[in-house]
C-alpha cells in the first residue's frame, strides 16, 4: 500500500525518504498544501464561515497495549485504503467535499494521484447535490487551482475508455480557478465557490 | 484516554475485557449499533440513496516500520481525541452530520457519551443549515432512537448552567423519533430524516 501523503513529518520512519535537491528547493518555498489547507480551514471554522475537516487517516488496528496509568498505546496497525475524499464539511447549508493534491509536474496533473474509489465517491456526491472538486497545486509556479469535480469524473472515464491518464496543465489554467492567496486563508477555496454557487 | 468505541471486535487486547452475565445478554440480541448503522448506510450507499461514512478513528502516528517485500507496519501510535462527530455525508443535498452512542441504563441517557468537541461540532453543523442528530440506542428495550440534535445542545447548555448531566429516557421517547428496524436497513434514520425535512 501507498504511504499516505502528508504525514512524513509527523512519522519518523526508519527508512530515508529520497530527497533530490530540486525537491527540497520546491518545499522550502512555504508550507505544503495539507498545512495551508488545515490553516486555511481554522480560519474558516473560528469565523464560523464553514465547518470543514479533514478525514484522519483509516488505520487497521490489530494491538493495542494498555501500561499502568499511561495512554493505550497501539503496537500493531496498518494503513488502509481510503474510500473518500480527504475533506468534507458544511458551507451555507451545502455539502462539501474536496480531494487537495499537489504535483511537481510543469505540464499535467496525473490522475494517478486519485485512487479508483475516490472518483467513485466524486461522482456520488455530485450525484446527490454536493458541491465537489479537487485542490491541485503545481509546486513549480507555486499555483493553486479549483478544478470542479464533473470535470474530473470526465477525465476518468476517458481514462477507463482511452487510456488518458492526466490532465494537462493547460487545461487546469483554462478550465480550472486559480484559488487566491492570503495570509490566514492560504488557500481561499470558498471565494471560488461562493462565485460558482452563491452570485 | 478513553478507548473509542465499535473497535473490540478488531482490536484483541492483551486485558481482559470485563464482562457481567447481563452485559453478553444484551449482546447477543444482536449486533452492535455501530454495525447496523455500517449496514444501514452501504445499504443507501449501494442504493444511490445517501452517501453516509463513520470517520476513522483519529490515530497519533509515532513510528512506522518498513519491513521489506510487505505492508508498512504502525509500531506506536496513540488515540486521539475527536473533534467532529462520528457519521458525516450528503442526502438530497444536505449534509448529515451524526453521533451514535447506546446505552445499558434504564431510565437515563447520560450526557458523559459525547465529548465537548463534538456538543461544539453539532451546534456549528445547525447553525450552517446541516441535518445534525443523534442515534440513541437504549439496549435493554432494544430500541433505537432519533434525536434531534437542537435538544442535544439544549440539554448541553442545561449541563453547563445547571449541572444536569443526563437527558431522561422518557424525554427521549416524547421528543425523539423511534427508528424503525428493517433487514437491510437495520437503523433506517433517513425514514425520520424524511419525516422532519422533506415532508
Known amino acids: 500500500m501507498k504511504y499516505p501523503q502528508g504525514m512524513g513529518k509527523r512519522v519518523p520512519s526508519n527508512k530515508q525518504v529520497k530527497t533530490s535537491p530540486s525537491n ?3 518545499r522550502n518555498r512555504g508550507m505544503s ?7 486555511t480551514n481554522t480560519f474558516y471554522l473560528e469565523s464560523n464561515r464553514a465547518i470543514i475537516h479533514k ?5 487497521q488496528i490489530v494491538n493495542v ?3 499502568k496509568r499511561s495512554a493505550a498505546v497501539i503496537t500493531e496497525a496498518y494503513f488502509q485504503a481510503k474510500s473518500t475524499t480527504d475533506f468534507n464539511g458544511i458551507y451555507r447549508g ?5 480531494e487537495a493534491k499537489e504535483t511537481k509536474n510543469k505540464t499535467l496533473f496525473p490522475l494517478a494521484n486519485f485512487h479508483e474509489h ?4 466524486m461522482e456520488q456526491v455530485l450525484l446527490q447535490g454536493g458541491i465537489c472538486f479537487a485542490i491541485i497545486r503545481f509546486r513549480t509556479f ?6 470542479p469535480g464533473n470535470l474530473i469524473i470526465n477525465y476518468w472515464h476517458q481514462m477507463i475508455n482511452n487510456g488518458k491518464k492526466s490532465i494537462p496543465y493547460s ?9 487566491p492567496f492570503t495570509l490566514q486563508k492560504r488557500v481561499d477555496y470558498l471565494s471560488i465557490v461562493d462565485q460558482l454557487y452563491f452570485s
Not at 94 to 98: G, T
Open 65 to 67: 497495549h494498555y501500561p
Open 171 to 179: 487545461i487546469i489554467q483554462e478550465k480550472g480557478h486559480k484559488i
Open 94 to 98: 451545502k455539502h462539501i467535499d474536496f
Open 118 to 121: 475516490q472518483f467513485k465517491h
Open 24 to 26: 527540497e528547493t520546491y
Open 142 to 147: 507555486n499555483e493553486t487551482y479549483y478544478f
Open 33 to 39: 498544501l495539507e498545512e495551508d489547507i488545515h490553516i
Open 55 to 59: 478525514k484522519p487517516t483509516p488505520v
